[in-house]
């Protein structure tokens, strides 16, 4: 035999004897567990089923028993646990793993940051970082994996399925909810749970909400603040501003229910509890034709929708309230979810309270000296409490029902004691409370993969109501507004296919507000009260393919009173150019015919001075808006660039819902509002951090024929507003934020110099200059927060967070006007509202 014979001979058996290895990597447990009893003369316990048909690696020659039995642990679902030194235990009882995943789009392949991991039936996940990858330790082996992800269908998995083997991690493809064509564009927006659509509206996902400067809990509408554009000019959830709009021209809808009241203690504090409230979505413009009656923007709140198979709830406190949230699965079928949340302001206060109370009723009748009335012989109680209850019913998969009730209630008692002519002691309570109660059902069919239908209806009652004693003139003023709506709403979705939804839909409301005043001395009486119907049509298409997104809508509104129709247009557009770069395109027509107008020092305790009333199409018009806006996004790297120009025309306003402090305070005229502006906003993010700057510049004018001059600055016109903040986890349980915010003071008017006062009729009132020629000081703030999450059991975990407003302590004003002095009527005094000072609050909150 040659030596090349003798060589292919040698590599031929080599070969065989290689794959014979191979072949031979995997033993059957069994037969390994003789091998290992007769190589270190050890018994093993187990059960024939819990070992049959299982394939283990064979055993490094070179390993010890302890190293062998540590990698049997490590790559099956067995447990083996040694009794002494020479019995060892295998069971499948109580098996504890690792687990991992790495979760990428179906489609795109990109990976998903953001997405919800949690173990089956209790507290305990994570939230998938930037590479798309989740990490969790000691998992029960029977326990199933629930992975979610806003816009992607949810998937479970058995734990065992997504066991760590060999450093190497199992990639999940989620696949995109074929049912939404409006997918989320940025998985994390500014801070986790933030997210932003393709249209454009940004999604706030309370449940995976991160932190934000200064909120020592999620609020609501304090967050969505954090968007440019979205700001309260006088720090108030009362009077959010979106885009130079006023608070009353914001829609906000809480689960399909029309919502007229949003905050506690007069604006400070959101009235949503934020632990059930599961997405909060925020339209500034392009909004969908199924929504109207806002001008401003869209605020839309939705609850958690699901029946969950275990019980879940929650307990916490802060400095100002106390809440706890329960859902309660009553069968597969059936579900009760609840919450409820009460100030304990009026047991005991603390120094949230007190900044809180000094910053709502400064220069009301609660903190304004009076020279009969003392200190010592005022009080005053205020508490506040909130409660909501939902029922979920699935008849099937393709049948549910769901039913909803929401009460808002502030509450303030005013006590002054003072002495009689027959010099005795004697008191008189004023009071002032604010109630919004809603309830609301909803019916969502499936028919067909391609056809749905939805119903809603709605109740909604908004009352304040005020008794005011005046001392001094024994008087006694009582004022009430109550606002009453109920609707109905029918909407079907038919899908053409992938790419292409057509809704179309129609909606009937009708909303009945008065207004009632009465005095005892002199006696007078006024009730007034107005009724309107309004009847709508509403239809929209929906293309999203590739690289072009396009939601094109119309709706028609019909003015039963009136016999007015009015038509609005919608549009939606984004092209994406490349993978970095975007064109947006977005417009609107609106309408709305309730608002607010805004009385002043002598009303409702000269606390709460807004009430709502109703169009009449003469003195008081329906407002109309028209909207567009053109920017561009640059998305890369998780850098976000978001450039938008806007230009905003209301019509239909009137001056006594803006609240003037000038001469054209008690003047009733009509006219409008223009805006015109740019938002900018940068923000990067990683897995640890997130870090943003936004920016807006923008001009905001009123026009008043009737009023001269009849162009001027609005009173939120803000034509620099800045923003920035800087959120880091320490560690996985350790996060903090801090933020600033910095904008130009807000418009005043101030009196003619020289000849402050004048003579109208037989009073003396303030002479005022050219209206809003005046600025305040820039407002300057900076907020911080930090925020701990302990586990306290496997199904239960704990969050201590500390909040600081103006931390600082800086002194912004906010607002500015003039009165007669009254010691010299030739001369007027001003005064100063102010910011609220250094706020630390304290939350502590326990999950199970």
């Known amino acids: 035999m040659t030596k090349t014979k003798h060589f292919i001979v040698l590599c031929s058996v080599y070969c065989c004897f290689s794959f014979g290895l191979q072949a031979q990597e995997k033993l059957p447990l069994l037969d390994v567990l003789q091998q290992l009893e007769n190589q270190f003369d050890v018994k093993f316990s187990y059960s024939i089923d819990d070992v049959s048909n299982v394939l283990v690696d064979i055993p490094n020659k070179s390993d010890t028993l302890k190293q062998i039995i540590e990698n049997l642990n490590a790559t099956t679902l067995l447990n083996f646990k040694f009794l002494n030194e020479r019995y060892i235990t295998v069971s499948t009882i109580n098996k504890t793993i690792a687990i991992c995943g790495v979760l990428v789009s179906e489609k795109t392949k990109d990976p998903l940051l953001g997405a919800s991991v949690l173990i089956e039936n209790s507290t305990k996940g994570v939230i998938t970082d930037i590479e798309g990858t989740f990490n969790l330790d000691e998992v029960d082996v029977n326990k199933s994996i629930i992975i979610s992800f806003l816009g992607f269908e949810t998937q479970v998995f058995k734990a065992a ?12 493809e989620m696949q995109v909810k074929s049912e939404a064509l409006n997918q989320i564009l940025i998985t994390k927006f500014l801070t986790t749970g933030l997210q932003k659509r393709i249209d454009g509206s940004t999604i ?97 709140m939705s609850t958690k929708n699901k029946i969950n198979e275990g019980f879940k709830g929650g307990v916490g406190a802060n400095l100002i309230h106390a809440d706890a949230f329960l859902e309660i699965p009553l069968s597969k079928k059936l579900a009760v979810h609840i919450s409820g949340r009460r100030s304990f302001t009026d047991v005991f206060s603390t120094p949230t ?19 009969n009335i003392s200190e010592s012989n005022k ?81 909604s009652k908004y ?35 992938d790419n292409l939804n057509v809704l179309n839909g129609y909606q009937f409301s009708e909303i009945g507000i008065l207004n009632e005043t009465t005095v005892s001395a002199p006696s007078y009486d006024k009730t007034k009260k107005d009724v309107l119907l309004n009847h709508a049509l509403f239809s929209e298409i929906e293309f999203n393919k590739h690289n072009t997104y396009l939601r094109l809508g119309v709706r028609g509104n019909y003015f039963q009173k009136f016999n007015k129709m009015i038509i ?94 000038n001469n054209f305070q008690y003047i009733n005229a009509a006219g409008s509002y223009h805006v015109k502006g740019v938002e900018f906003l940068m923000n990067k993010t990683a897995e640890s951090y997130s870090a943003w700057v936004s920016y807006t510049y923008s001009v905001n004018d009123y026009e008043f024929e009737s009023i001269t001059p009849s162009v001027f600055p609005n009173n939120v016109d803000v034509r620099h507003s800045m923003s920035m903040a800087f959120n880091y986890d320490i560690r996985d349980d350790l996060k903090v934020s801090i933020g600033g ?33 005046e600025n305040l000081d820039d407002f300057i703030r900076l907020d911080v927060s930090l925020k701990y999450n302990f586990n306290i059991t496997n199904t239960s975990n704990g969050a201590i967070s500390l909040g600081v407003i103006n ?26 509202n102010k910011s609220l000072g250094l706020t630390p609050n304290l939350s502590f909150r326990i999950n199970f």
């Open 161 to 172: 399925d997504l066991m760590l083997l060999n450093n190497t991690c199992k990639t999940i």
């Open 204 to 300: 706030l996902n309370t449940e995976k909400f991160g932190i934000l400067p200064g909120l020592a809990e999620p609020d609501i509408m304090q967050s969505i603040q954090a968007l440019p554009g979205v700001e309260s000019i006088n720090e108030s959830i009362a009077n959010i501003n979106v885009r130079g709009g006023t608070n009353d021209q914001n829609l906000i809808l809480w689960d399909n229910i029309k919502m007229y009241h949003s905050g506690h203690f007069f604006g400070l504090i959101s009235a949503y509890n934020p632990y059930l409230t599961n997405q909060v979505s925020v339209t500034k413009n392009g909004t969908s034709s199924e929504f109207s009656d806002g001008v401003s923007s869209t605020i839309n």
């Open 353 to 371: 309270y007190d900044t809180y109370f000094e910053r709502s009723f400064q220069d009301s009748e609660l903190t304004t000296n009076s020279d």
């Open 379 to 459: 009080s005053s109680d205020f508490f506040f409490y909130d409660y909501t209850a939902k029922l979920l019913f699935d008849f099937n998969e393709n049948h549910k029902f769901r039913a909803n009730i929401i009460g808002i209630n502030n509450n303030l008692d005013y006590t002054e004691s003072y002495t009689n002519a027959d010099d005795e002691t004697d008191s008189k309570t004023s009071n002032l409370k604010q109630q919004n109660l809603g309830a609301g059902a909803n019916w969502n069919a499936k028919w067909h993969a391609k056809f749905s239908t939805e119903i809603n209806a709605f109740y």
């Open 463 to 497: 009352n304040v109501d005020a008794v005011d004693y005046r001392i001094e003139t024994d008087q006694k003023l009582t004022q009430a507004n109550e606002v009453l709506e109920t609707g109905v709403k029918l909407k079907t979705n038919f899908k053409i296919n």
């Open 568 to 661: 609005e247009p919608r549009l939606n557009v984004r092209q994406k150019l490349n993978n970095r770069f975007a064109l947006k395109l977005q417009g609107e027509f609106k309408n709305q015919s309730a608002t607010q107008i805004i009385d002043f020092q002598d009303d409702f305790l000269g606390v709460e001075n807004r009430r709502w009333i109703l169009a009449n199409n003469s003195s008081i018009p329906i407002s109309e808006s028209k909207q567009g806006s053109f920017g561009f996004e640059f998305n890369q790297n998780n850098l976000v660039i978001d450039v938008e120009g806007f230009y905003k025309l209301v019509d239909g306003i009137t001056a006594s819902n803006q609240g003037f402090y």
């Open 741 to 773: 915010i910095w904008r130009s003071g807000a418009p005043y008017t101030k009196p003619v110099e020289g000849n402050e006062t004048i003579q109208n009729g037989n009073n003396t009132v303030v002479n005022y200059d050219l209206p809003n020629n």
């Open 807 to 832: 931390v600082t302590n800086k002194e912004n004003s906010i607002n500015r006007y003039y009165e007669v002095h009254p010691e010299d009527s030739n001369s007027a005094i001003q005064i100063d």
